[in-house]
């Protein structure tokens, strides 16, 4: 079982993505990002980035603070698509790739770019 935090975009979620329902989807089958693991996945922490302009390094570590109180070791740390568009197309302030890296590095687990695979606005399609 891989015990999975993910941080999303506090401007994209439940306005472009709806109650995060993308992520459970793909968690639960696998794809995307989430295809790189065999184990099954579970989703142990769900939260925001801090908002803009950017506080989601400081934010990582506190998190991971409160899931471990709770008696859950967190196995990897995915930033949302959500992050990732909101970085390559939007006016994201961060620099997430190097926000990823540091956070990997005092964390030592690994910290990923990117969730679910699938398109923005699918939720508007029939
Ligand atoms: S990409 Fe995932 S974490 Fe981000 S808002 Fe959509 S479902 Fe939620
Ligand atoms: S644009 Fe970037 S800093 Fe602002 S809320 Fe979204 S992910 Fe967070």
Redesign the pocket.
Known sequence: MKRIAIFY????KDHTCIACTKCFKGASNREGEFAQYDDDIEIVALTD?G????LLYPRIPMILGAVKNMGVEVDAVHFGSC?KM?YEH?Y???EVDEVAAKAGNILDIPVIIGTHPYEPYMAFRK
């Open positions: 975009c506090k401007k994209i980035c908002d803009c302009p950017g992050i909101a939007g994201c302030p961060m």
